[in-house]
């Protein structure tokens, strides 16, 4: 019997965690009373406000990476042009007009565009239009532009670690019952990171590496990276960006051997 308090207390030592609980980020909610809409008001501030929320249009430009099959495919220049729409009602349809563009080796490799109604790409009009389809595996980002938006909903979901950064976490639902979940760094209100289902499985995007310029009210990552499924498929480095500027609708029509 002298042995039982022995047993016992090695019983409580192998029951002892190598790390207090508390100390371990991430684990309990930070500002449990901050609701999700505040995070995203907070998280809209931060990224440049109102110019930020409807920006009209958006011009991208940096180079990207795609991993295929083993590979490493990369293009030394890439470009995404956006016109926005004012209002979002499905966070993951196609909507307002998209071009973008990829170059290696002085050539262009593929141009995908979308002007509101029409699939195009390098060759011109995309033959099956049913094509407009694949478009819901790129769109999701522009939720939480419109998060406070009449008919959306938001909640908040727990805390967690992206890329190392304490995050609050929420869940969007967009007025056609879309879901899209974002992470937002807890320090500064970045947006680090979205989530949502498409048509080829659950796609992500973890944002890093922001920047500014001067005179703009604009944040934007300069480091993107995609996944399906939870593999990377593409990294994107976006170095320079236009705000706002005029984009004649020729931009998003394509025609063959453009």
Known sequence: MKFAPLFAAFLIGLATPAVAQDALPGLHAVNPALSAADIIQRAHEAAGGE???RPGTLALRGHAVMYRDGGE???DDYEMLRDYEAEKKDAHQADGKVRIEAVAGGETVFILAYDGKTTYDQNGPVADQSANARWAANFGFGAIRHALDEGWTQKRLPDDLIDGRLAYMVELTDPSGGVTRF?????DYAIVYVGFDTPRGWHER???NFFKKPGVDWVQPGRVRLYYNG?????VIWTDFDVGKSMPDS???VSKGE
């Not at 992470?183 to 320090?187: N, P």
């Open 51 to 53: 110019n930020w929320r």
């Open 73 to 75: 495919f990369v293009y």
């Open 183 to 187: 992470g937002i760094a807890q320090d």
């Open 206 to 208: 973890r944002y890093a």
């Open 231 to 235: 593999v990377k498929q593409n990294e």
């Open 251 to 253: 931009l998003f029509v």
